[in-house]
């Protein structure tokens, strides 16, 4: 019924919809007048912005087979209407259509082309800059890219779009974070390797302030990602800054990277109503092909046979006639195989003067999981933009508030992991009467999860206010303040009614997680801008200040015993409270930063970039720290040797790039002496023991980038080549430091002199492949090539990480045992002992070393406009290797479901397999061999992908410029195919106990008024 009234609902939209639309379509596709005005012969010339007459220029008269190019001196005639509109063109200078209304006599001016990478402005953060003069490494996806896409997370957005940036999808859970990493991984720390985020001007900070004792549970990754909070309807672009010319300029906070992200502003002319209505539904990606009934229970009874165990034990329900062993059912189906529905409406005016414009936008955003019981995620948002210019154009003001409110709904626990290892003839879930069906206590019901819940509710305000001041014409006082606040409050209950009723368990079992969380921070950064031009030497000087404090705080409480589960909801109702967190967190940051750019001819670049930092992340020795780079850029294709000689080249530029940057990623208060509480208490007082030894010379992680690059266009940009290949090394890492056990304390936080290396190359490639008037076709491919290696690590095996790295190795390895099939006499797996004692154990015989990391990755595009038509399509692929369903699943032969390849396995003696002969468990031998092989490079194995990533067409029923109203159709679509051949759920999450990515449609439409 329920599933019938979304239905329902969803009809009824679209009935509506159609209602609404039909009166404009109707005149929209009316005929047009018969009777023409009569024609006559219009005159006139056509010269560049100098006045110099342009001989050649094709002139159509607009929806008319009618045409004609001018003379020599500019000049033309034309038959035409006096309504009609006429088409000028020629190659290098703008496209200007102009209505006749009237008129005999027409002068014309057509305005030189920019290129295309000329028209680009990218957001540096602190200034901005052409894509043609840039020194730096600068990434801009922009929202025509994203608003294709169903996506609630901005980072989904840029997958497959920028070169050196990894992005992974942790789960399909909606609300699962992203893991980012911009040009590799930078510290030894997984948690140190998070990129600075700038939202409008403010810092936003990407940390969780959830609780993983409540939601790890059923989220991978641990908790819910701050970044759901930002609509990605409200972005108008987003800007990576990667290298150390871009990067340096933002200091300690820029060693990973910065991303930028810009909102939208409003646009001087009439009043724009513009709504956007997107339904949709998607299912999980992928599902594992696991055994049937007869298949499975063939395999329990050679398991116990092969253990020597007769008769089938009593607890073996699933073979010795207690279950039906005529009944089938698809876990995977029932428990994460459900439909996600997807709902999204934006709503948005617009407008202004020159002087003043406005844009205030809401969202209503839901999403429902794809786990039994109907869970959802519902997202509110609303986005002010305020911009105005005083009259003198000396005074400039913007202003921009976002608000968001999220509310996230799932199980308890998750059902994946449960769902893949489940009996196919397991009993039925629910009873006649919908109660639980216990099956007279012989399994645990898988929907006993879906007794409790886990619910999120967190709200964010981002505030940002620009002040700038022209003091003059060349100087001018800038001021960006800057305001967050995020509050989180979580509940995840564990009422007493997920055991069997048979045990006789009461509320007074249950219990209850409760975690409130607030985050508030604000900035205030004054800056001063010179720019001047000196001949042909522009000279660009930028001075500023940042003043930033942050403020954590987090209450999480565990709740235990309640005389109801009425109750579990409400803490005082608990019999016993347990603290797990109650903690005030205050960071500071000061700093002074500056940038010179030196531009002269529009060919010869120098920028330089500097900051000084200050944190109070660090100890009193090493508070403040300096950071800088320099970038230069030569534009060769300006040069008239070159411009005579390859006339095609629109653009040829080198660039390289060297600085330092560095990483305060490391949390408050590592340098000081801390203490915790304890668990009992001496005469009612609960003590207190340390927990860290104080460290005044705790400073900062260092990163050293180069890069060089070259940037080459032809035929005015129509072929766009990138070439970037960087070295980046980070030292000074952040690390446990071993001390002897007589201190107390098996290590102490400092800085290790230990070095990461990443080193890599980047190669983008744009192309206009067809552009006329009707059809326009380009593509862009994106490919990079990263290598991370550990240089140095002093006294690594003495160390925490001795069974972790490898010097040498990259970061991401897994050291494994090694596997060498089955052995044919004893049908049970071998693995290599490589220190000869006859014992398989860790860590003498892990010694195969696999990298998780990627080769290669990158993203493959292309846009086709034909008409009104409009078709998108995102190929994301990836080289690399993960961990398969051998990792996680049980003992072929135990009483778990398995993939359909251990069919393969050994039987007889001489038998040749890679699957040990099946086992129900209890033979020790097999149990034994089994973890080894979970263990082993058996449980890597290759997990490249290519996925079709995008796919949106749309249609343009109507165009507001010449109707007044505006009608676009889409038809959307989110990782609807990947070719594998990885051996799990999906490539990309890697995961066993979380759904796949999901596979949506979506259909929606686009109105403006």
Known sequence: MKQLAICMRRVSLLMLLYIFLMPFCALYMQAGTVLEPPQATVFGTVTDTSGIPLAGVNLVVESKNIGAISNLDGSFTINAGPDDVLIFSIVGFETLTVPISGREEILVALEEEVTQLGEVVLNAGYYTVSERERTGSIIKVQSVELEKQPISNPLAGLQGRAAGVEIVQTSGVTGSKFDIRIRGRNSIRSDGNEPLYIVDGVPFSSSSLGEQQSSSSVITGGAISPLNNLNPSDIE??????????????????????????????????????????????RVSNTLDLLHTPDYLAMRREAYANDGIEPLPSNAYDINGTWDENRYTDWQKV????????????????????????????????????????????????????NHTSKNDRLSLQLSTGYTSNTNNLPATGLVLTATGLAPNAPELVNEDGSLNWADSTWSNPLRHLEGFYESNSTNLISNMNLKYSLFDDLSLTTNLGYTESHVKELKTIPSTIYDPAYGVGPEYSSAIHNVSQRTSWIVEPQLHFSHDFGNTRLEVLAGLTFQEQTDNHLSQNGQGFTSNSLIENLAAASTIIPLQDVEEVYRYNALFGRVNINHQGKYILNATGRRDGSSRFGPNKRFANFGALGAAWLFSEEGFISETLPQLSLGKIRASYGTSGNDQIGNYQYLDTYSYGSTQYQNMVGLYPTRLFNPDFGWESNRKFEIGLDLGFYNDRIVFGGNYYKNRSSNQLV????????????????????????????????VNLDSKNLRWSTSLNITIPKNKLVSFPDLEGSTYANQLVIGEPLNIVKLYQFNGVDPETGLYQFEDFNGDGIISSPDDRQVVKDLGPKFFGGFANQVSYKKFHLDILLQFTQQEGYNYRYS???????????????????TVGDQSFIQRFSSGRDSEARTAHSLYSNSDASVSDASYIRLKTLSISYELANRDKHGFGCELFLRGQNLWTWTK????????????????????????QLKF
Request: no cysteine; glycine share 14%.
């Open 237 to 282: 672009s987003i800007e990576i800054l990667k290298d150390a010319d871009a990067t340096a300029i933002y200091g300690s906070r820029g060693a990973n990277g910065v991303v930028l992200i810009t909102t939208k502003k409003g646009k001087a002319g009439k009043t724009v109503f513009e709504l956007n209505i997107l339904t949709g539904m998607g």
């Open 335 to 386: 428990l994460f195989g459900q439909t996600s529905y997807l709902t999204n409406v934006q709503g948005s005016v617009s407008g202004g003067s020159e002087r003043t414009r406005f844009l205030v936008s809401g969202n209503y955003h839901r999403q429902s999981n794809v786990y039994y019981g109907g869970y959802a995620n519902d997202k509110v948002s609303v986005l002010a933009n305020l």
């Open 736 to 767: 446990g430091i071993p001390l002897p056990g007589t201190t107390g304390f098996g290590s102490i936080q400092g800085n290790l002199d230990a070095t990461v290396e990443n080193t890599g190359w980047e190669l983008l490639l744009n192309t």
């Open 889 to 907: 699943t049980g003992i072929p032969g135990g009483m778990t479901n398995q993939p359909t390849e251990v069919l393969e396995r050994w039987q």
């Open 982 to 1005: 990885y051996k799990g759920l999906d490539p990309e999450t890697q995961s066993m106990s979380s759904p796949p990515v999901l596979r949506m449609i979506s259909l929606g439409t």
